[in-house]
């Protein structure tokens, strides 16, 4: 049996094949497949989106410390337990350092995969295409512009640099 992800790849396939318009926002798929019969939300998909909703907005929720910084409040850090991983969420005012520990290191190797797949992506369009290519801003280390956060406004980054360039 498919995954449920390849479930869902599968719906955007058949919205394609189906001669709906492209390009599209996904909830314009959501719409076409639960109007035309192709998706219901499985029982044990409801457990998992409630979750991944909390999840969410736990990841939303911040504080301002003592120098005045925004800081994300709840942090989540893998964990092994009978052969499965979960993710235990802690306050990071009263977590215990080998929680925090794990969970940067579990946060910084997500922006590394994210950016590992944003160069593939970047380098597969490029190859494929018969006009001026897109070149990534390749600073990827993140210096000035975080830099640029801890010293700038309280809510943003000062400096921005563009997402491409033309060559």
């Not at 955007?12 to 035309?36: F, M």
């Not at 979750?51 to 911040?62: F, P, S, V």
């Not at 010293?151 to 000062?158: A, M, V």
Request: proline share 7%; glycine share 6%.
């Amino acid at each position: 049996m498919a995954t449920y992800t390849k479930q869902m790849q599968q719906i955007v396939d058949e919205y394609r094949l189906a001669g709906e318009p492209w390009p599209t926002t996904a909830k314009n798929i959501a719409d076409w497949a639960i109007l035309s019969g192709r998706w219901r939300m499985p029982a044990a998909a409801v457990r998992r989106r409630c979750a991944d909703d909390i999840a969410a907005a736990m990841r939303e929720e911040y504080y301002t410390d003592r120098k005045g910084r925004r800081v994300r409040l709840l942090h989540p850090a893998p964990l092994l337990a009978e052969g499965e991983r979960h993710m235990l969420w802690d306050d990071i005012r009263t977590a215990a350092r080998p929680h925090m520990v794990l969970s940067f290191q579990n946060r910084r190797n997500g922006i590394v995969g994210d950016c590992r797949q944003f160069k593939t992506d970047v380098d597969s369009y490029n190859e494929s295409q018969h006009y001026i290519p897109c070149k990534p801003y390749r600073d990827a280390n993140f210096g000035a512009t975080c830099a640029a956060a801890t010293n700038g406004p309280r809510r943003g980054l000062t400096v921005r640099p563009p997402l491409f360039v033309l060559l």
